[in-house]
């Protein structure tokens, strides 16, 4: 039997035989090979992610389910999940992107809640490599196309360039949905004797076995991966949308699960498993769009737009003619039994027969080599001194102003309405974005962020580093941390320095959590992220989501007003490791990122949150990247106001200027209010800069740029 | 003022307008399902509301056209009823006839979303009779297909009646081409038929009702709505 031609391994082919007491059918084998790839078995990174902190007093759901849950107070509750969507958006951008979008918002469904808001991590190659620009273009067009049409705005993200990400774009798509506590629809409350109803788009051959696909380096002649390729319909899903939630309404569902990466088997599969029930499926009863599907293709075909039910057989009708309203078809397909058998026929015959527990569980787990690569600790080597300050100041601010990944993206977010559902009170273009709950005081805060070069140079620190960012830059704002989800996008984990990084960074991310007390509560895992040209750099990207008590204490940003004394919180020492400006000069990515500090972040996360409460400051932004001159930038391009800023420090004006890292913020802070903002940050560094006020941005010694001057730069961009 | 806000399959907006009347007016609201053939008894107000009634596919507007309710909502403006299209709405009406010209794909080819400035250019409709003349307020817009066209000689005409009632402008109220963001002609981003019964726009007064969400120069419009059907319910002239 050439179980590799499956993409199972031999080890794997042992495990089936020893379950089953024979040797598994090609049908059987097509479906293992898909269950048991690495997108859908995290057989490579499942024991790793135990590492991850999980638990938390506002923890309602946690990993496991279709997406965590965190609770927002009285009766309400966040469902949130990111996803990548990586290998179809290299191939075929436009509808990667759409679908990943789809696949994302039918997750947060599943649960029973209404998405509310989506976010997008988009990583794309040097803007000067000539496929750049069709990627990028094709798939901000399918993020937006599909997420306008569905309803749900997209109210923020993150979009950086990088040559690593020429031929290996990455889309991360996150979604956010409000659902009532008590009214939660769970994946594991089937019980025998109840109907398998398949809800929402006919299935054809498109997608199959996508997530085999997801699993295996990039091929160099892409066409050829097409066919896996899904196709998004996001007028079928906003009616998929609509129709769930009023089976929901009605109380005419028992269990549901989204149809993603290998599709009816894994939705059902999962269902009994988690369940504990068996299940057996008619294939003769899916509604299809190709005609002489293989059982195989239908069991792994990724057509979008469906949703797995489990009703009860008397409200059978109800639910049919709830489907017939929002034009969707609608069919039973199978039942719930007892026991564990998880069983398929097609034309009366019985194609497959495997115990439900061993397609989601019974992959064994692999450990691959794990070495720390040889030259890791010189990449650390860096001579500070042989760098010489910028000789130009004006032009090293309006280079690295004008970086793509610096720029506001307004050419990205405006192509997504951002608006829509009438909840965003802080949008696209904003450090963090925010919504409001309809009928309540509390807003959420949302951030998704990532700092792949941090990760590279120093990857336990630069885990860290990224969750420790999205933390910061939610307590500025005012909104206290409930939770976060992640993608973690990496090359292949067979090469022993890759799988080493990927551990490590997951480490520094862990770390970041428990010291910060934000759990992990949904993510997701990208391997193979590489092509015959390269692999892309560690990026692991977070979004984290956080709760305002009310509007007046949402602290914005830029927000500067004439008179306002400016301060910089937090130590003077930054890293030029990894920054925008480092490489925006093109040097080699060299030096050490900060050690992570998790006192230093739970005390600034402290201080912070009082400051906005205390509405001790006009305006605060935590600093990320291209350090404090990109944020007195951004501030006071936003501000319309200009600063005089003078720095009495020793440091190198470079270093401090554009280094990155640790727990820093910048604040503006009326005069009445300075010695309430002294006090609060009394025992943590905290640096008079000037005053805000006049037209033009200067720092003694180093740059003088007029506010427009700023402004035109990032008008168009 | 009794409102109807009719739902297609995809609509998408039809959440937030309901809300938006509700929250400023405090009137009574019905959503209609696009398959009904009656409106509520009694409605004052018809609004088509935005979104991407089904899915966009053939052209923006042009399957909801003809589903069943917009009998109902042709019989209702026949009689001098108020009927109010906003983005997808306004195509809508375009592609029912009811109001004239056609809305094209902007001409950045791009679907746009961001807050832009408007002056009411006729304040003598009952959309707008609370504003000033060539007051500057702001809507924001979210729409692939907001380029409004119409032949030059219908173009005239519809000038010459006071027909565009809100024109994209500087936040001063100048005009000109870089404040138009679709490419609109003459850059108008809604008119209202010969009677004054009915207007369409692309921007969302909605979006624009609510100072936590940045604006609320949508109140005055809602509230302009409710004063007109207060004082006599039915547009003057026609019943």
């Known amino acids: 039997m050439d179980f590799s031609k499956y993409g199972i391994r031999k080890e794997e082919f042992a495990a089936a035989e020893a379950a089953l007491g024979r040797e598994p059918n090609e049908c059987e084998l097509r479906i293992l090979g898909v269950m048991w790839s690495e997108h859908c078995s995290y057989k490579s990174t499942k024991h790793l992610l135990k590492h991850f902190p999980t638990r938390g007093p506002k ?37 990667g992107a759409a679908t990943g979008v789809g696949g994302i918002i039918r997750d947060i469904l599943a649960l029973g809640a209404r998405p509310v808001a989506s976010m997008d991590g988009l990583f794309f190659g040097d803007p000067e490599h000539p496929r750049t620009g069709h990627l990028s273009a094709g798939i901000v067009k399918g993020v937006g196309d599909y997420g306008n049409a569905v309803g749900v705005p997209t109210v923020g993200g993150k979009t950086v360039y990088d040559p690593c990400y020429n031929e290996n774009p990455l889309l991360n798509a996150f979604c956010i949905g409000l659902v ?112 002489d599907m293989e059982p195989w293709e239908i069991a792994l075909s990724e057509s979008q ?93 309006l280079s690295l102003l004008g970086n793509p990944s610096m720029t506001p993206k307004r050419w990205i977010f405006e192509q997504y309405d951002s608006m829509v559902q009438l909840n965003t009170v802080s949008g696209p273009g904003h450090p963090v974005s925010v919504l409001r709950i309809k009928g309540r005081e509390s807003l959420i805060g949302l951030v998704f962020d990532a700092d792949p ?92 989501v956080g709760l305002i008590p009310s509007p007046e204490d949402f602290l914005p940003c830029g927000a500067w007003e004439e008179g306002d004394l400016l301060f910089l919180v937090g130590p003077c020492n930054p890293s030029l490791a990894g920054s925008l400006y480092i490489r925006s000069l093109g040097r080699p990515e060299a030096g050490r990122p900060l050690e992570f500090s998790g006192e230093a972040e739970k005390d600034f996360s402290e201080r912070a949150l009082r400051t906005a409460r205390k509405k001790a400051a006009h305006s ?30 020793p440091t190198r004006k470079d270093v401090v200027l554009f280094g990155e890292g640790g727990a820093r913020a910048l604040y503006s802070v009326p005069m009445s209010r300075v010695p309430l903002f002294k006090a609060i940050w009394s025992g943590y560094p905290c640096l008079e800069l000037g005053r805000a006020g006049g037209d033009v941005l200067s720092v003694g010694g180093a740059f003088s740029l007029a506010v427009s001057r700023i402004q035109e730069i990032w008008r168009n961009n | 003022m009794k409102t109807a806000v009719v739902i297609f ?38 609004i088509l509301p935005g979104g991407f009634s089904y899915g966009d596919y053939l052209r923006s507007g042009a399957m909801a056209a003809r589903s069943p309710i917009m009998g109902a909502v042709k019989e ?109 002609v003459n850059s108008i981003a809604g008119i209202v038929n010969p009677q004054g019964n009915i207007l369409g726009l692309m921007p969302h007064p909605e979006r624009a009702s609510e100072a936590i969400l940045g604006g609320e120069d949508g109140r005055l419009f809602w509230r302009s709505v409710a004063s007109f059907l207060e004082k006599g319910g039915r547009r003057h002239g026609l019943l």
């Open chain 1, 305 to 397: 737009e469906r949703m797995l039910l489990i009703v009860a057989p008397e409200h059978m009708e109800e639910v049919s003619s709830v489907a017939r309203k929002w034009e969707l078809d609608c069919a039973v397909i199978g039942e719930t039994e007892e026991g564990d058998d998880y069983s398929i026929f097609f034309h009366g015959e019985k194609v497959a027969s495997l115990p439900a527990t061993l397609i989601g569980d019974g992959c064994p787990p692999i450990h691959w080599p794990s070495e720390k690569p040889a030259d890791f600790e010189t990449r650390w080597d860096f001579d500070l001194d042989g760098l010489p300050a910028p000789g130009d100041w004006n032009a090293a601010m």
């Open chain 2, 9 to 46: 399959p995809g609509s998408n907006c039809d959440q937030d307008v309901i809300h938006a009347v509700r929250d400023t007016v405090g009137c009574e609201v019905n959503a209609v399902w696009h398959r009904e053939e009656q409106l509520p008894e009694g409605t004052g107000l018809v």
């Open chain 1, 180 to 291: 009532e506590l008590d009214k939660i629809v769970s994946s594991q409350t089937a019980r025998p004797g109840q109907l398998v109803v398949l809800l929402g788009s006919k299935t054809g051959r498109d997608g199959i076995a996508g997530a085999a696909f997801a699993s295996v380096e990039l091929s160099e002649d892409a066409k050829e991966s097409r066919p896996s390729i899904q196709i998004g319909d996001p007028f079928a899903e906003k009616m998929l949308i609509e129709a769930c939630l009023e089976l929901k309404e009605k109380n005419l569902i028992v269990s549901m699960q989204d149809m993603g990466a290998a599709g009816i088997t894994s939705s059902s599969s999962e269902v009994a498993a988690k369940s504990g029930v068996g299940m057996k499926l008619h294939f003769d009863r899916v509604p299809l769009r190709a005609a």
């Open chain 2, 76 to 184: 209702h403006a026949g009689q001098g009823g108020l009927v109010l299209g906003i983005c997808n709405g306004f195509q809508i009406l375009t592609e029912s006839s009811l109001l004239p010209g056609v809305l094209l794909p902007n001409k950045t080819l791009s679907f746009i979303c961001r807050p832009c400035f408007l002056s009411v250019e006729n304040t003598d409709t009952p959309f707008t009779g609370l504003f000033e003349k060539g007051q500057v307020v702001q809507f924001p817009i979210a729409h692939g297909d907001g380029l409004f066209f119409l032949p030059a000689d219908e173009l005239n005409d519809l000038e010459n009646r006071g027909g565009a009632v809100f024109r994209y402008v500087s936040p001063g109220g100048v005009g000109g081409d870089e404040w138009n963001p679709n490419g609109s």
């Open chain 1, 620 to 649: 605060g932004r935590a600093l990320a990247g291209g350090g404090l001159a990109a944020a007195l930038a951004k501030d006071s391009a936003e501000s319309g106001c200009g600063a005089r800023i003078a720095l009495g420090i």
């Open chain 1, 453 to 544: 070069w941090k990760c590279c140079l120093d990857p336990f620190r630069g885990g860290a580093e990224t969750v420790a960012r999205t933390v910061r830059a939610l307590s500025v704002a005012g909104a206290e941390p409930l939770g976060l989800t992640d993608c973690l996008n990496f090359p292949s984990p067979e090469v022993p320095g890759q799988y080493w990084a990927l551990e490590e960074c997951i480490e520094g991310m862990a770390a970041a959590c428990g010291a910060l007390g934000c759990p992990v509560v949904s993510g997701n895992v990208s391997l193979y992220n590489e092509t015959k040209s390269g692999a892309i750099l560690p990026t692991p990207v977070v979004g984290t």
């Open chain 1, 59 to 95: 923890v309602v759901l946690g990993p496991g389910e279709n997406a965590g849950i965190v609770d927002l107070g009285d009766g309400l509750g966040a469902a949130f999940k990111a996803e990548s969507h990586n290998h179809p958006s290299a191939v075929a951008p436009y509808q």
